[in-house]
């Protein structure tokens, strides 16, 4: 079992800023990819940007060159570096592990860009 927790969410207005955190717990070793969706209103759910163990990254066009992913494998963490924000970015922020077998993921974070 693995267990996420999301936390950096927040109201800041459009060319802001955020950064969004995700713990993980449990069998860590098991984890291959991480990565950040997110689920606007009405709309299906989106991957944003993914990460892999080995650290390599991927991002959607809509945030290439304005988000950026990391990870802290001392703290078991991966970040989500949002800058430029956009009223379009406005969503709940999910985390997700993938590890051999299933996918996790953690309970969301709310990102809410005014213009």
């Known amino acids: 079992q693995v267990q996420l927790v999301e936390s950096g969410g927040g109201l800041v207005q459009a060319g802001g800023s955020l950064r969004l955190s995700c713990a993980a717990s449990?069998?860590?070793?098991?984890?291959?990819?991480m990565d950040w969706y997110r689920q606007a209103p009405g709309k299906q759910r989106q991957l944003v940007a993914t990460?892999?163990?080995?650290?390599?990254?991927n991002y959607a066009d809509s945030v290439k060159g304005r988000f950026t992913i990391s990870r802290d494998n001392a703290q078991n963490t991966v970040y989500l570096q949002m800058n430029s924000l956009k009223p379009e970015d406005t969503a709940v922020y999910y985390c997700r592990a993938t590890t051999v077998g299933r996918d996790y993921w953690g309970q969301g974070t709310q990102v809410t860009v005014s213009s």
């Open positions: 990460i892999t163990r080995g650290g390599i990254t």
């Open positions: 449990g069998i860590i070793f098991s984890i291959n990819l």
